[in-house]
């Protein structure tokens, strides 16, 4: 049973940095075809995709953001940890992580249930 | 990036009707196309990807037809508990962009 769960502050404020933590079980960052991505939806709002890490350490950035994220993985302890730099309110959103295998080609199958990103002095 | 435009953006339909969810995209991404359910305060669930594989557990009702820029998603008898938010997203290339969702509401 694979599972995912988000971690982290639920209010920032301006400028400063996020950084959230996915913890996840039923799976191995490991195996071949693997990978977590971070998607987020701010209140009332569509997706955005944001980035994504794959078994091999193989990392991709939403281009408009690039400069403000980073994604790594911690294979042991079955986490990624997700950072973006410098704040804004519009960053106000619930940011979701989600597991995607054959290096995505068959979707998002399991979400982690999100949290809710508040920025906000 | 890949712009991914669904229509409509909103419906209103009845319980039986069947419904149709179009998504284009801005090149050619294959079969690369994936489609979505999302609840109120829910994370999206996966109903079909590349284009019209069913999702292990999702009803028969829903399936999805298309290639190259055009794709649909089609909901053969609407059901109450279809009533949702529904985002096509293509995963031919990184960033794996969204549509902007299209929300189906009871008539």
């Known amino acids: 049973q694979i599972t995912l769960k988000e971690s982290g502050p639920t209010l920032v404020k301006p400028t400063q940095t996020l950084t959230l933590t996915c913890t996840f079980s039923?799976?191995?960052?490991?195996?071949?075809?693997?990978?977590v991505g971070w998607i987020r939806q701010p209140p009332g709002k569509a997706l955005e995709w944001l980035a994504l890490?794959?078994?091999?350490?193989?990392?991709r950035y939403s281009p408009s953001l690039k400069s403000r994220l980073t994604i790594t993985k911690d294979t042991s302890k079955n986490q990624v940890v997700f950072t973006m730099t410098n704040m804004d309110p519009v960053d106000t959103a619930t940011y979701y992580c989600a597991h995607m295998g054959h290096m995505g080609a068959a979707g998002i199958d399991y979400w982690g249930q999100g949290t809710l990103v508040t920025v906000s002095s | 990036d890949i712009q991914m435009t669904q229509s409509p953006s909103s419906l209103s339909a009845s319980v039986g009707d069947r419904v149709t969810i179009t998504c284009r995209a801005s090149q050619t991404i294959g079969s690369y196309l994936n489609w979505y359910q999302q609840k109120p305060g829910k994370a999206p669930k996966l109903l079909i990807y590349a284009a019209f594989s069913l999702q292990s557990g999702v009803p028969s009702r829903f399936s999805g037809s298309g290639s190259g820029t055009d794709f649909t998603l089609t909901i053969s008898s609407l059901q109450p508990e279809d009533f949702a938010t529904y985002y096509c997203q293509q995963s031919y290339s990184t960033p794996q962009t969204f549509g902007q969702g299209t929300k189906v509401e009871i008539k």
């Open positions: 890490i794959y078994w091999n350490d193989d990392k």
């Open positions: 039923g799976f191995s960052l490991r195996t071949s075809g693997v990978g």
